[in-house]
């Protein structure tokens, strides 16, 4: 499985947007870039994924970059129910492989 | 979107004895469902790869006889830890697919397995 590398933790003030990188330098042409958060004594959720674009939905952006071999998870407003542990996974049709992840801390 | 429920939230039991662990996509068939485990500050790690009608597929280091699979059916996949220990307390989580390829894996609310 390609790996993926994350600050351990970040912080962030409430109402402020927090961007999230990831390094995936051995990323394979196929791989799709996905990220999912971890609350506290919860099963991971969904944030987004993307393969070569940017992406948006409700939750969040995400930036890719043009060799795609980093991207940035972009939440615009952090709140306080965004704290929570985001995992950056790369992934084709197998199973997910979870790296230890950024802790983000929101600062109120 | 597509919602994946685990039964029980949490379980306390006593050493030696059997728990089982349910996992059920709710509005989607699963064709593959995952199950993991995760210790105290710790990353979630893969246990078991779960197919619909056939064997489980373990990971190095799980005991397939400790921690029995089964997936009768396309909505159910079931965890049975068999002669517990405290050492197997931990949080267990489900995941599921749908079979199409690169969409998102849907996650259960996890289990908390507590042996006393």
């Known amino acids: 499985d390609a790996k993926t590398t994350q600050p351990n933790s970040m912080e962030s003030n409430e109402e402020e947007p927090v961007h999230l990188p990831c390094n995936h330098s051995t990323i394979s042409g196929t791989d799709y870039i996905h990220w999912y958060r971890q609350l506290p004594s919860q099963g991971p959720e969904y944030v987004i994924h993307?393969?070569?674009s940017n992406v948006n939905n409700r939750m969040a952006s995400l930036a890719i970059a043009e060799d795609r071999k980093s991207s940035t998870l972009i939440l615009h407003r952090a709140t306080l129910r965004d704290a929570a542990v985001y995992y950056c996974?790369?992934?084709?049709?197998?199973?997910?492989?979870f790296g230890p992840g950024t802790r983000l801390s929101v600062l109120p | 979107g597509a919602v994946v429920s685990q039964h029980p939230s949490w379980v306390i039991c006593k050493s030696g004895t059997s728990v089982k662990i349910e996992c059920r996509s709710l509005d989607f068939q699963a064709t593959t469902m995952f199950w993991y485990r995760q210790f105290p500050k710790q990353s979630l790690m893969l246990m078991a790869t779960s197919n619909e009608g056939s064997k489980a597929t373990y990971e190095q280091g799980v005991e397939k006889d400790k921690f029995l699979i089964n997936h009768a059916s396309l909505t159910l996949s079931t965890l049975t830890v068999t002669s517990a220990h405290p050492e197997d307390s931990s949080f267990y989580i489900c995941?599921?697919?749908?079979?199409?390829?690169?969409?998102?894996?849907?996650f259960g609310q996890g289990t908390r397995l507590t042996v006393v």
């Open positions: 993307g393969l070569t």
């Open positions: 995941s599921a697919e749908s079979g199409t390829a690169n969409t998102e894996a849907f």
């Open positions: 996974i790369l992934n084709y049709g197998q199973n997910f492989v």
